[in-house]
């Protein structure tokens, strides 16, 4: 089992910043990838931003959804087993709720395991 832990939602007004983690623990991934997703209120969840790392722990590659292309970034830190969602220039429309996702497949086939979800909301 994989267990995925993730924090630092809340409340932010447009134009603000937040960071978001995801920690891993239990068993080994099967692959060196993890995910962001997020779902808003009476819509499908959608891919937000994915890293992939080699078995060095070196980031071998991100990707990003075009909605959040130079407003987002994400990392790794290997020693922590975390991955983090740096979103900055936050909109209204990033309002959802955040998922972390383990181990990717690809941006629209998700792993088998999830996070809780942490709820990011942004006022105008």
């Known amino acids: 089992q994989v267990q995925l832990v993730e924090s630092g939602g809340g409340l932010v007004t447009a134009g603000g910043s937040l960071r978001l983690s995801c920690a891993a623990s239990?068993?080994?991934?099967?692959?060196?990838?993890m995910g962001w997703f997020r779902q808003a209120p009476g819509k499908e969840r959608e891919f937000v931003a994915a890293?992939?790392?080699?078995?060095?722990?070196?980031?071998?590659?991100?990707g990003y959804t075009d909605s959040v292309k130079g407003r987002f970034t994400i990392s790794r830190d290997n020693a922590k087993n975390t991955v983090y969602l740096q979103m900055n220039s936050l909109k209204p429309e990033d309002t959802a709720v955040y998922y972390c996702n383990a181990p990717l497949i690809s941006t629209n086939q998700p792993g088998h395991y999830w996070g809780q979800g942490t709820q990011v909301t942004v006022s105008s």
């Open positions: 890293i992939r790392w080699n078995g060095g722990g070196s980031v071998t590659s991100t």
């Open positions: 239990g068993r080994t991934l099967s692959s060196y990838a």
